[in-house]
C-alpha cells in the first residue's frame, strides 16, 4: 500500500511535523491509554512515511496482532483498530517496521523499553496500555461493600439476607463485581397513533405496558405497522432499535440506537443510521443503597432515536441509586470507552435530567470537564453537597419551629403570621419548601436505621414520628451500623458511599469508621435579613441562633453547631465535587427550569449555577442559557414538550454540531474554552421565558424584566441567603469575624440579648466577605487510585520510540 507523493512531502518544512513522519506513533481513541477497561481498546498507528502500510508488525505483550484486521488508512498514513485481550495492568503495544518482535517485559516502563532498543535505524514505537476490569474501579482507588448484585427476578429480603433488585437481564452475576452476561434485544416503532411511550421492557413482575409505541421485533420480520423514520443524516430506515444491556462499574446500563438486523456493525465501520452522537440520560432523586439496580431510565427516547442519536444509561449514573458524584463520572469515562470500542467513534455526548439528574451533569461537568460535551439541566441544582446545606439547614428549621421555644415566641399570633416569620427566615416562597425538604431528604445523611421524623400538618408544620425503621442502604437491619450493638456495621449515610473519595476518621463508638463529612453550621445567622427588614424580632432572631443547634457525625440534632471535618472541605473544592463554576464554563448548558416552589426545585438555583459561572469567568455566563416557565416542575401537554423539551435537544444538537466543526476536540475527553462555545451558540440559544398565563407556550417571552415580574417565574432564596450568604450558595463553612452589634443597626438588641449571642457565636459569625474555609479552584480531573483525597491525573500517556 504505497502512499501518494504529495503525501510523501506533506508537512515539509515543519520540524515537529517531519520528526513525528519518519517515526511511528501510536495512541489510543476510546479513553487515555492509562484509563482503559473491560480489556479492548480502539487504537491508531501513524505510520512514518519511509515504511510501506504493508509492512508494518504490531505485537501485544510480545504477540502479534493481526495488522490485516485494522483499517489502513494511505493517505492520513494510519491504521486503526481495536485491541482485544489486554491483561488486566499494564499492557506493551509495539508498532514496528520489518516485522522483528521486540519482546515483552510488563515491569520496564517505556523510557527502558526505549533504552533496550536492539535496532535504533529501524522505526518502532511503544505505548503503555493500563487496562482495569470491566467491574470497576478505574478512578476509585477501591469501591463500596456489601454490593447486592441483581437478579432475573426480584428477591425479597430475608433475615440478614439482603433483597436483590430485578437486572433486567435473563442470568445471574458471575462475579462478586456482579458483572452478568450482555443480552440485546431488538424493538421496532409502530405506526399507531396515541401508543404509550413507556418503557417497552420492564422487569418482572411488571408486564409490558399495551398498546406501547415499541414492540419486540423478529428478525426478518416486516410487520404491518412498521415505522420509517429520517436521521438527521438524512436516512430514511425502518424504524428498528437494538437494545443492548449489560453490566459496566457494577451499575446496569442501556444502550439503544437504530439497527439494522441484516448488516454487522464493527467500531470501524457503523452502520450509517447512527448519526455518531450519544445522548446520555441522568436519573433524579438521590440515594446510597448497597443494591445493584436496573437503571430508572426509558431508554425509548423517540425523539433521539428517530434522528438516528444512541441513548445511553447506567444506574449508576442515576442519582437514586448512587451519590458517589466521582463514581458517576467513572461510570460515564467507562460507558463512553465501552460506546467507542465497540459502535465506533462519537461526535458528541449530550446530557439530560432532571432534579438529580441536574446533579449529575452539573458535578460530571466540574469533576471530569470534557466527559460531556453539552448539558440540559432541568429542575437544576448546581451539586448535591451544597444542596445538602439547604436540606440540613431546613431540618433544624423544621424542628425548632416544632419545638417549645418557638411556640412559646408564637404565642398570640395568628398562623398565617407565624409563616409569614417562617417564610422570611426560610427565604422560600412559603413555609412548604423547608417542610418538604424535611419530609423528603431530610434523613438522606443518616448511617444506620431510623424512624423519620416528618411534617404531619402542612399548615402548623407539627411534626412526629412517621413510618417503620429503615436505612439508606437498603439492607437488613442486621447489617447496619448501630452507636451501640453494631458500631461496625456497614454505615449508610451520603458520604459514607463515597469513602474511598472523602477518607475516614474514628466513629462515635470506639473502634468505629465514618466517612469525613463537609457540613457545617458555625457562624450562620439564620434570620439575618428578616431580622434587618423587619420581619422578625429582635428576640426571636436571638432564640433561633441560641437553639437551632446542628447535628453530630451520625446525623442527630444535638444543641452545638454542625462541624465539618477539614481535609474534606479541600477534597470537596479541588475534586469539583462543588460545582466550579470555570469548569461549567466550559461547555454548552441549556437550563429548563420549571415552577416548584412551594416543594423543593427552587428557580434561584439557577441562578445560583449562573453566579458561579459569572464569579469564574469575568461575569461572563455566555455558554448558560436559561428558558423558565411556571406551569409545573416540567412541561407537561405536547405543546410544552415540544417548545421545551424538544427545542432545547434540536437548539443542543445544533450547538454542538458547530462546535464539532469550529471547535474541534484533540481527544474524546478533552476540554474547550468558554470563548469557543459562546463562539458556536445558536442564534435561537438566548434566555427566555414563557408567561404564566401562556400555557400552550406559544409565545417566547425574551425581556428578562417581564419574565422576573412573573411571580411563578420570579426567583426566592434560602436560609443561607437570609443569613448573608451569597446567591453561588458555594460556601461549605464560613469564615468567622467578631460579633459587632453596629453590624444590625438600626436594629437595638438588650443586654441580655447581646450576651446571649455571644453565648450562641463565641467564635464568632460568618464573614461572608471572604471566601470559604478550604474554598479553592477545582484542578478537576482527579483520580483516586492511590486513596483517598485524590491527586490531578498526570499528564496522558504517549508513545516512544527511537
Not at 415505522?227 to 430506515?237: K, P, Q, R, S, Y
Not at 452539573?362 to 441544582?381: E, K
Not at 445567622?525 to 437553639?547: C, R, W
Not at 444543641?559 to 454548552?588: F, T
Request: include cysteine.
Amino acid at each position: 500500500m504505497e502512499v501518494s507523493s504529495q503525501a510523501e512531502h506533506e508537512g515539509v518544512g515543519d520540524s515537529r511535523h517531519d520528526r513525528r513522519s519518519f517515526n511511528f506513533e501510536i495512541k489510543t481513541l476510546s479513553n487515555r491509554a492509562d484509563l482503559i477497561s473491560d480489556d479492548d481498546a480502539l487504537v491508531e498507528v501513524r505510520v512514518p512515511r519511509n515504511v510501506p502500510m504493508n509492512k508494518v508488525t504490531l505485537t501485544l505483550n510480545g504477540t502479534n496482532v493481526d495488522a490485516a484486521s485494522f483499517n489502513a488508512d494511505a493517505q492520513a498514513r494510519t491504521l486503526r483498530g481495536v485491541l482485544h485481550g489486554l491483561a488486566l495492568g499494564h499492557n506493551r503495544f509495539v508498532a514496528e517496521a520489518n516485522g522483528q518482535d521486540r519482546g515483552h517485559d510488563d515491569d520496564r516502563d517505556q523510557d527502558q523499553d526505549r533504552g533496550n532498543d536492539q535496532d535504533e535505524g529501524r522505526p518502532w514505537a511503544s505505548l503503555r496500555i493500563t487496562n482495569h476490569p470491566r467491574g470497576g474501579p478505574v478512578l476509585l482507588g477501591s469501591q463500596t461493600t456489601p454490593w447486592v448484585c441483581a437478579t432475573p427476578a426480584p428477591v425479597a429480603e430475608s433475615g440478614k439476607t439482603p433483597a436483590s433488585n430485578a437486572s433486567g437481564l435473563k442470568t445471574t452475576a458471575v462475579d462478586a463485581q456482579c458483572n452478568i452476561a450482555t443480552e440485546y434485544k431488538l424493538f421496532y416503532r409502530t405506526t399507531t397513533v396515541g401508543c404509550s411511550t413507556a418503557l417497552p421492557d420492564p422487569s418482572p413482575p411488571a408486564a409490558p405496558p399495551k398498546n406501547n409505541c415499541f414492540k419486540p421485533y423478529t428478525p426478518g420480520s416486516t410487520p404491518g405497522d412498521l415505522a420509517t423514520t429520517t436521521t438527521t443524516t438524512g436516512l430514511m430506515v425502518p424504524y428498528i432499535v437494538r437494545v443492548e444491556r449489560g453490566t459496566m462499574n457494577r451499575g446496569i446500563y442501556d444502550i439503544a440506537v437504530l439497527f439494522d438486523p441484516t448488516q454487522p456493525w464493527t467500531a470501524l465501520a457503523p452502520q450509517p443510521q447512527w448519526n455518531r452522537k450519544v445522548v446520555y440520560t441522568f436519573g433524579a432523586s438521590t440515594g446510597q443503597p448497597r443494591l445493584q439496580f436496573r437503571t430508572e431510565q426509558n431508554w425509548a427516547d423517540g425523539a433521539a432515536l428517530s434522528r438516528g442519536f444512541m441513548v445511553v444509561d447506567n444506574s449508576l449514573t442515576d442519582s437514586l441509586y448512587n451519590s458517589n458524584r466521582i463514581l458517576v463520572n467513572e461510570t460515564l469515562m467507562m460507558m463512553k470507552e465501552h460506546i467507542v470500542d465497540t459502535y465506533g467513534e462519537i461526535e458528541y455526548t449530550l446530557g439530560n435530567g432532571c432534579s438529580g439528574g441536574s446533579i449529575q451533569q452539573n458535578t460530571v461537568a466540574s469533576t471530569f470537564p470534557g466527559l460531556l460535551d453539552g448539558i440540559q439541566p432541568s429542575c437544576d441544582y448546581p451539586d448535591s453537597i451544597t444542596t445538602g446545606l439547604e436540606v440540613i439547614d431546613c431540618v433544624l428549621l423544621v424542628n425548632f419551629y416544632a419545638g417549645p421555644d418557638w411556640t412559646s415566641l408564637m404565642s398570640g399570633l395568628t398562623q398565617a403570621q407565624i409563616n409569614a416569620k417562617k417564610t422570611a427566615i426560610n427565604g422560600h416562597l412559603n413555609q412548604l419548601g423547608c417542610q418538604s425538604w424535611n419530609n423528603l431528604f431530610g434523613h438522606n445523611n443518616k448511617p444506620g436505621n431510623y424512624v423519620p421524623i416528618l411534617v404531619v400538618d402542612q399548615t402548623t408544620g407539627a411534626v412526629a414520628p412517621g413510618g417503620a425503621p429503615r436505612n439508606n442502604c437498603l439492607l437488613p437491619a442486621a447489617l447496619v451500623y448501630d452507636p451501640v450493638t453494631n458500631p461496625t456495621g456497614t454505615r449508610c449515610g451520603d458520604p459514607d458511599l463515597a469513602a474511598a473519595v472523602w477518607g475516614t476518621t474514628a466513629g462515635i463508638p470506639a473502634g468505629s469508621r465514618r466517612a469525613l463529612q463537609t457540613g457545617d453550621n458555625v457562624g450562620i445567622q439564620y434570620g439575618l435579613k428578616s431580622l434587618l427588614d423587619g420581619a422578625i424580632t429582635p428576640e426571636e432572631f436571638v432564640t433561633i441562633n441560641e437553639k437551632i443547634g446542628g447535628t453530630d457525625a451520625d446525623s442527630n440534632r444535638r444543641a452545638a453547631r454542625s462541624v465539618a471535618d477539614l481535609p474534606a472541605l479541600d477534597i470537596a473544592y479541588k475534586a469539583g465535587i462543588v460545582a466550579s463554576g470555570k469548569n461549567l464554563g466550559k461547555l454548552p448548558i441549556i437550563d429548563s427550569r420549571g415552577f416548584d416552589e412551594s416543594g423543593i426545585h427552587y428557580i434561584w438555583r439557577s441562578f445560583s449555577e449562573r453566579a458561579r459561572i459569572d464569579a469564574a469567568n469575568g461575569g461572563n455566563h455566555g455558554n448558560q442559557v436559561m428558558w423558565r416557565y411556571g406551569t409545573g416542575l416540567l412541561p407537561a401537554t405536547a405543546a410544552q414538550v415540544s417548545a421545551v423539551t424538544l427545542q432545547s435537544f434540536l437548539t443542543m444538537d445544533n450547538w454542538l454540531s458547530s462546535l464539532t466543526i469550529s471547535a474541534p476536540k484533540a481527544t474524546l475527553n478533552s476540554v474547550r474554552t468558554q470563548a469557543e462555545v459562546i463562539a458556536a451558540k445558536p442564534a435561537n440559544a438566548v434566555d427566555l421565558c414563557y408567561l404564566t398565563g401562556d400555557t400552550s407556550f406559544a409565545t417566547p417571552v425574551t425581556d428578562m424584566a417581564l419574565c422576573d415580574a412573573d411571580p411563578r417565574l420570579a426567583k426566592h432564596s434560602s436560609p443561607r441567603q437570609v443569613a448573608g450568604g451569597p446567591l453561588a450558595e458555594n460556601i461549605l463553612k464560613c469564615q468567622l469575624k467578631p460579633l459587632n452589634v453596629a453590624d444590625y443597626v438600626p436594629v437595638t438588641f438588650t443586654a441580655a440579648q447581646r450576651a446571649r449571642l455571644g453565648a450562641a457565636f463565641p467564635e464568632g459569625v460568618c464573614d461572608w466577605s471572604k471566601p470559604g474555609v478550604g474554598q479553592q479552584d477545582a484542578i478537576s480531573p482527579l483520580t483516586f487510585a492511590a486513596g483517598p483525597g485524590g491527586r490531578s491525573l498526570p499528564p496522558a500517556p504517549v508513545s516512544h520510540g527511537p
